[in-house]
Each structure stands twice: as structure tokens, then as C-alpha cells.
């Protein structure tokens, strides 16, 4: 799985933040808004509470009755009010009640111990809050009976069902109690809750949503300069170690500053490197073409011992082995100053690789290798001819030396849109990817021990700097275990001619 880069981690964390903030002020937006709507139900189911007890009044001869206005009958009056209550007596006996609670099944709670009681019951499909409050005949107003009223109650003409007056079954006001039951529909009331919570939830998700873009769109705002910092390091190399000219502040600004002194010691270090290679390289040719000198006439003498014939015979080879490497020495650090420039004229490929393989053969041959050569006849690149053809030696001269004895040495060229393709591919026994990366390091072997003496370390990597310097490329790939392609790209001779 692809890591996550650094602008998604920082949004993350910011988004994280964000969501916990805006969970907790949504959170603490809707626990006050139930507290707050609980808290008004209660309070207007109170005042009516306390409005119904205001009309009760009990008589000097015991008898209660409630006085009603207009607004207490439109309140309470209807089929499906807001609002109903109910009065009993200290026995159970409905003293006083609007129509609706006469109507509606409503619980017959139990007589509390405490003074007030407030609960819930589902209502003619409604959900009421219904607080029950105790009225002890103390606390209720006296009033002067009138002398006809009397007559009628005393008479007893009055319907009991309709009667509004009510004996209280003592005549001492302060040994009995009444109930006063009151409830109001609270559907409108959490229906606004239920609108204030969607609202609350909408608008926290709308801001997470708006949060987490911004936090991206800043974080990246933010890390631009490193983006711009590691496109600026993938398109240096030991060729190209110039400075990062990208304006920063704070951290990322201190950062390309440090980056920037140590791409000035690299490039100095590698200038060194180069220069010693080359000032050495060339001190060394003249006496190692001496030394090939005196091995080469002293192998004419006709009277050389059969000895010293060896001895010299070695030492010729040796040699050209060191003449090898400081003529590769000196092209590498030929191409590394820029001081060789390449011409690119149109080549045919088939001839050149004919030519260069003419030397791989005798070494093919000894080691039993099948050469396959698969290379279009007008295949043609943009290339120098001499500096393809060091290219091609050091690709076939590596391939006949180090291929699997008795495989098959597969050369094949390919015309693209855009180029030339060559690859070049055999088998070869225990290779493994990462030295298949490091073989175009200079002075890389793969065996010290054992291949000593069989070559000097520079062939791929000088081959790979040529490569790049004809504005093309040298990799090398495992397509199957034990086995290695080198591809060859050059640019294509249609745009050259």
C-alpha cells in the first residue's frame, strides 16, 4: 500500500481536530436545546398550573367551584386542545375537568407522596407532559356563597355532572386536599426540537465538509515549496548539483538553505573526484605505453627463453589492461567536464552491430554462447558512430563474458515512435535485483574474488554516460529469475536528417 504523503497526514490531523471541536460544540448546542425545551414545557405547564389553581375557590359552607373566563375556554375548550386539565378530590372524585379530559383515556396516576408529580402519556396520537399538583384546601381562596346559589345547591336542582361547585366532604377547609392535573401537547415543541437538531447536525457536517477542503487547500498552499524542493532534488545528479532557487520562509526556507550548502560540498567534492581521475588517468598513459613498449619489443627478440617469453607476455597483457582503463578513465572524465560533444548524424544499426561483434565472438565461441541477432536492416538512430560503437562493445563484450555457459544471447532492435530500441538479453546464474541496480556503479563487481582480472569495473558505467551524453538511455532489467536485459534507447534519425 502506497504511503500516505505528508499534505494528507496534516489535513488529516486537522480535519481530526476539527471534527472533535465541532462534535463538542454540537454536542453541547444540542444538550441545551433539549435542556432549554424541557425546561420551557415545564415552566408553561407550571403557569397554567398555577393559573387553574387561582380559579379555584372554596365556599364558607365547603363547597368549590372554579370561575372561568374566555381565555380559559378557548384554551381548554375543543375536542384537540393544546392543553386540558382535570380536578379531583382528596377520594377520586372529578371535581372539575375540560372536555377533552373527560374524553381521552387519561391514566389514573396514584396520589403521590410528594406535593407534585410531572409525567408523560400518549394522548389522542400526541404525547402530553402532564404534571399532577396537590392544592391543599388552605391555600385556596374563600368567597362569600351567594343566597340564591345556595338556594339551588341546598335544593339540589343543579345536574351533579355539570355542577362547577363541589362539596370538599368536610366542612373544615384544612383537613381535606384537592388534585389539580394539567397537560399540555408538547408535539410542536419537540418537533422544534427535531428541526433544531437536523439544523445542528446539517451545519456541523457542512462545516466539516467546508473544513476539510480548506484544510487542504491550505496544507498544500503550505507545503508548495517542498513540492517544488523534491521536483528541483529528482532532477539533479552528480551532472547537474545546482543550487535550489525556490523562496521560502521559516522552516522550509532554513531547510533548501542547509540543502543548498551541502549541494555546494557535493559539487565541489565530485569536481575534485573528477579532476583527480582525470589528472591521474593522464599521468599514467605515458609510462603504461612504455611499459607495453619494452614488453612488446622484448617479445620480437628471437632468442627470448621460454620464460621470460611468459614473463613478458603477462606483462603485454597487463598492460593493455591498464591502457583500458585509463582510456576509459579519461572518457569518463571527458563526458563528466562536458568537453566531449557528440555529433548525431543518422546510423544504421545492423552494420555497427556487426562490426562489434566481430571481437565478442572468438569468446563466444570458447564458452559455447548461440548469438541471436534480431536488428531490422533499416533500423537507424541519431547517434556518433564512435562513441554507439563503444556503447555496443562494452553491451556484447559483457554479454560473451559473463553469460550462463552454452545460453543463448538474444540482440534485438526495435523502431519506435520516438527512437530506437536495443536490448540485449541472456542468462546469467544468481543475479539479484539490487545488483542489477549497482552494476553501472563505477568499479562495481559483482565477485572481487573471483572475477579479478576478467574486466575492470567501467564498461556498463561508461557505457551508461555515453548513453545519456547521445540524449538517450542504458537500464538493465530482470524480465525472469537468471536472467538480465539491458535496453538501449536512442533517438530516432527522422529528426536528425
Not at 384537540?80 to 391514566?107: M, T
Not at 396514584?110 to 400518549?122: F, G, Q, V
Not at 408535539?187 to 446539517?202: F, H, I, P
Not at 476539510?212 to 517542498?226: E, G, T
Request: proline share 4%; aromatic share 6%.
Amino acid at each position: 500500500m502506497k504511503p500516505r504523503g505528508l499534505a494528507f497526514r496534516l489535513a488529516l490531523r486537522l480535519w481530526l481536530a476539527g471534527l472533535i471541536i465541532f462534535g463538542m460544540v454540537a454536542a453541547f448546542i444540542i444538550i441545551r436545546t433539549a435542556g432549554a425545551n424541557e425546561l420551557a414545557l415545564f415552566t408553561t405547564l407550571s403557569a397554567r398550573a398555577d393559573t387553574l389553581q387561582t380559579l379555584v375557590r372554596i365556599r364558607d359552607d365547603g363547597w368549590l367551584e372554579m370561575e372561568f373566563d374566555d381565555e380559559i375556554t378557548r384554551d381548554y375548550g375543543g375536542h384537540h386542545p393544546e392543553a386540558f386539565f382535570r380536578l379531583l378530590d382528596s377520594r377520586g372524585q372529578v371535581i372539575e375537568q375540560s372536555d377533552f379530559a373527560e374524553e381521552a383515556d387519561i391514566p389514573e396516576f396514584l396520589i403521590p407522596t410528594n406535593r407534585s408529580l410531572t409525567r408523560e402519556a400518549r394522548l389522542d396520537g400526541r404525547v402530553f407532559i402532564i404534571l399532577q399538583r396537590q392544592l391543599p384546601l388552605s391555600i385556596v381562596d374563600r368567597m362569600e356563597d351567594d343566597h340564591d346559589q345556595n338556594e339551588e345547591n341546598d335544593d339540589g336542582d343543579i345536574d351533579q355532572g355539570n355542577n362547577p361547585r363541589r362539596h370538599t366532604g368536610s366542612g373544615d377547609p384544612r383537613a381535606d386536599n384537592i388534585w389539580l392535573t394539567v397537560g399540555i401537547d408538547r408535539t410542536a415543541a419537540d418537533r422544534w426540537y427535531q428541526t433544531t437538531l437536523w439544523l445542528t447536525l446539517g451545519a456541523t457536517g457542512t462545516g466539516l465538509l467546508l473544513l476539510c477542503l480548506l484544510a487542504w487547500l491550505l496544507v498544500r498552499h503550505a507545503l508548495r515549496p517542498l513540492a517544488q524542493l523534491q521536483a528541483a532534488l529528482a532532477a539533479a545528479d552528480e551532472h547537474n548539483l545546482a543550487p535550489v532557487t525556490i523562496s521560502a520562509r521559516d522552516e522550509i526556507g532554513a531547510v533548501i538553505g542547509t540543502l543548498n550548502r551541502l549541494i555546494g560540498q557535493l559539487a565541489a567534492a565530485f569536481a575534485r573526484e573528477r579532476a583527480f581521475t582525470a589528472d591521474a588517468a593522464h599521468e599514467l598513459r605515458t609510462p603504461i605505453a612504455e611499459l607495453r613498449l619494452v614488453a612488446e619489443v622484448a617479445l620480437r627478440r628471437p632468442a627470448l627463453a621460454n620464460d621470460d617469453h611468459r614473463a613478458y607476455t603477462a606483462v603485454l597483457a597487463t598492460a593493455l589492461r591498464m591502457q583500458e582503463l585509463v582510456e576509459k578513465l579519461l572518457l569518463l572524465a571527458r563526458a563528466d567536464a562536458g568537453v566531449l560533444v557528440p555529433s548525431r548524424a543518422p546510423l544504421l544499426l545492423a552494420p555497427l552491430v556487426e562490426a562489434a561483434l566481430a571481437a565478442p565472438r572468438a569468446t563466444a565461441l570458447r564458452r559455447r554462447l548461440t548469438l541471436q541477432i534480431d536488428v531490422p536492416p533499416d533500423a537507424a538512430a541519431a547517434a556518433d558512430t564512435a562513441l554507439l560503437r563503444i556503447i555496443l562493445d562494452n553491451l556484447f563484450g559483457n554479454a560473451a563474458a559473463y553469460a550462463t555457459e552454452g545460453s543463448i544471447v538474444l540482440i534485438r532492435a526495435i523502431v519506435t515512435a520516438t527512437g530506437l530500441s536495443l536490448t540485449v538479453t541472456n542468462a546469467v546464474s544468481g543475479l539479484t535485483a539490487a545488483e542489477c541496480d549497482a552494476m553501472f556503479d563505477r568499479f562495481w563487481r559483482r565477485d572481487c574474488a573471483r572475477t579479478a582480472g576478467r574486466g575492470t569495473g567501467l564498461g556498463l558505467a561508461l557505457a551508461r554516460g555515453l548513453a545519456e551524453l547521445l540524449g538517450g538511455s542504458l537500464t538493465a532489467t530482470m524480465p525472469a529469475a537468471d536472467t538480465i536485459c539491458f535496453t538501449l534507447t536512442l533517438p530516432s534519425a527522422a529528426g536528425n536528417q
